[in-house]
């Protein structure tokens, strides 16, 4: 796990906030550009850009001596695009996929991306600033991901790849707290901190572990579900905003 020592809201976070916006507004204009239509094809590049990530880091980490590090097995919630994204590309007409999927990587993956931006606390690095680069490889390649999190949401929504339905929030909850329980069965059985589940390294709710373990894991589920809701709602309000505004302008 890397602990951070640049502060959050300093310069090296907006610095590295700053570049995942340019680049991502520089992503969806080379979309624009190349007019594609075809969602299926996107759902596919997000999901190759995930895993070269992903295996750019592991190599990265692998390199000093060729060793796996287990606690970077994908049982993060930062690693549900490493199963989502193949399914919705390969099992793209079930039903599962449609109800169950689709919501859990348009809501779910956003909260994990913004939450990791916005408190860096184990993407950020060791360094005090970005240069020099080649200390900052793990976080700029963090930084890309998360962004891509992000990104990879939104267009699900706006794209209409995913069409969004509030009533999906409790089937979004169920992926979740299904991962959560593999996340801490793999806790229990390598003793790591898959999803913040165990010891709580860098989460701000780390402190009612020493109330009681279980009290914490509660919390970070609640948690969750509540910002899972929001995201939800607040997306409710929004279409149904555009569509009075829609409405409205046909009228005038």
Not at 213 to 236: D, H, N, W
């Amino acid at each position: 796990m890397v602990v951070l020592s640049a502060p959050m809201f300093g310069d090296k976070h907006l610095i590295g906030v700053l570049f995942v916006v340019i680049l991502f507004i520089l992503f969806g204009s080379i979309l624009k550009i190349l007019k594609y239509s075809n969602k299926r094809r996107i759902i596919f590049v997000f999901m190759i850009i995930f895993y070269v990530l992903e295996i750019a880091k592991m190599s990265y980490l692998m390199y000093p001596d060729g060793s796996y590090p287990i606690y970077q097995l994908p049982f993060h919630l930062c690693s549900l695009p490493l199963y989502l994204y193949p399914i919705m590309y390969f099992f793209d007409k079930s039903k599962f996929v449609e109800n169950y999927i689709k919501p859990t990587a348009y809501s779910l993956v956003l909260i994990a991306g913004v939450v990791a931006l916005a408190l860096p606390t184990n993407i950020l690095g060791n360094a005090i600033s970005w240069f020099p680069l080649k200390d900052n490889i793990l976080p700029i390649i963090s930084f890309i991901y998360h962004g891509f999190m992000i990104f990879s949401s939104v267009y699900l929504l706006k794209s209409k790849y995913y069409k969004f339905n509030i009533h999906d929030y409790p089937k979004t909850m169920a992926i979740a707290i299904s991962f959560a329980v593999i996340a801490m069965i793999a806790n229990k059985l390598l003793d790591k901190d898959f999803m913040l589940l165990n010891r709580g390294s860098g989460s701000p709710l780390m402190f009612i572990i020493e109330t009681s373990r279980p009290l914490y894991i509660i919390a970070m589920i609640g948690g969750f579900s509540i910002l899972t809701g929001t995201v939800f709602l607040v997306t409710e309000l929004l279409i149904n905003r555009l569509k009075v505004k829609a409405v409205f302008s046909k009228s005038m």
